[in-house]
């Protein structure tokens, strides 16, 4: 399902443990969880869903050597599609850690309309060891499926450091015309933390008009001041009860961003 032109306030769906991760409980758990925090993002008017195994956690690397197992791109899938076409909003799929293989294959089936991968290109040090980008990889599988799946790339993702120097707007520059991603996304130093604005503004300089998209941290408080910068954004902790990322989403929360949102600059009408 493609997106409609203007700008996406996209909210994320965090499943539960699957199958294969230590937490798992039951795939009705998963279901029953997804399909609330779905009904209170829309319900409380975004445009769309990030769907991504975020009770996974400790992560398989998710490159050539350290896959996610095939549950992963499984659920992903079946979650994915079941709400695209319940509520008629597009979706993106975020496979953590990294594995955008993975997430390419669920979005071919779901038929979402982009997928996040968090190290694209360069070498980053996360709390899962030394993570490479295989841009090279993803891009041939992508063209493999035949897919119109866009690739979103994360600049200098959370939780994570680069493992070599670099300067700033040659490495977002780079990023954006060599890896052969539709976005970048830019994000706080962890999950729910925001952008600062000083980098945010120093990428926009340095990559132009290529989309730049929020990927955390986005608030009814800071709106005014984030929204204009951006061309899209991801948004979860901040819409869960008590902004708390194991809370169930509070679509009161919803409601009250995008409503910040709305008053701070041009969204496409749902």
């Known amino acids: 399902m493609k997106p409609k032109p203007g700008k996406p306030l996209l909210g994320v769906v965090h499943l539960r443990a699957l199958p294969s991760a230590s937490r798992h409980v039951s795939m009705d758990e998963v279901f029953a969880w997804a399909a609330r925090d779905a009904e ?12 991504e195994n975020f009770g996974d956690a ?3 690397k998710g490159n050539a050597a350290d896959p996610v197992c095939p549950d992963v791109p499984a659920a992903l899938a079946v979650v994915a599609r079941e709400l695209r076409l319940r509520h ?6 975020n496979c953590l850690r990294n594995d955008g293989i993975a997430a390419l294959g669920a979005a071919a089936v779901a038929g979402a309309a982009w997928v996040r991968v968090n190290v694209m290109a360069s070498t980053y040090v996360t709390d899962q060891g030394v993570i490479e980008g295989e841009a090279a990889r993803l891009c041939a599988y992508r063209k493999r499926l035949g897919s119109g799946t866009l690739i979103l790339a994360d600049f200098l993702v959370k939780h994570a450091t680069p493992m070599a120097p670099f300067d700033l707007a040659p490495a977002a520059r780079d990023l954006a015309e060599r890896s052969g991603a539709s976005g970048l996304v830019l994000s706080g130093a962890r999950t729910g933390e925001p952008v600062d604005e000083m ?15 929020l990927g955390s941290g986005l608030t009814a408080e800071n709106a005014a001041a984030l929204w204009p910068r951006c061309d899209g954004a991801i948004v979860g902790t901040t819409l869960k009860r008590g902004s708390r990322v194991d809370e169930p ?4 929360r919803v409601a009250s961003l995008v409503a910040a949102v709305r008053a701070a600059g041009k969204r496409r009408p749902r």
């Not at 008629?88 to 799929?93: G, K």
């Not at 989403?249 to 009161?252: G, I, K, L, Q, T």
């Open 40 to 51: 209170a993002l829309a319900a409380g008017g975004v445009d769309g869903f990030v769907i």
């Open 199 to 213: 980098r945010l503004d120093a990428v926009r300089s340095a990559v132009g008009d290529f989309p730049i998209w």
């Open 58 to 60: 400790p992560f398989h």
């Open 88 to 93: 008629d909003m597009p979706v993106m799929i």
């Open 249 to 252: 989403v509070d679509r009161r």
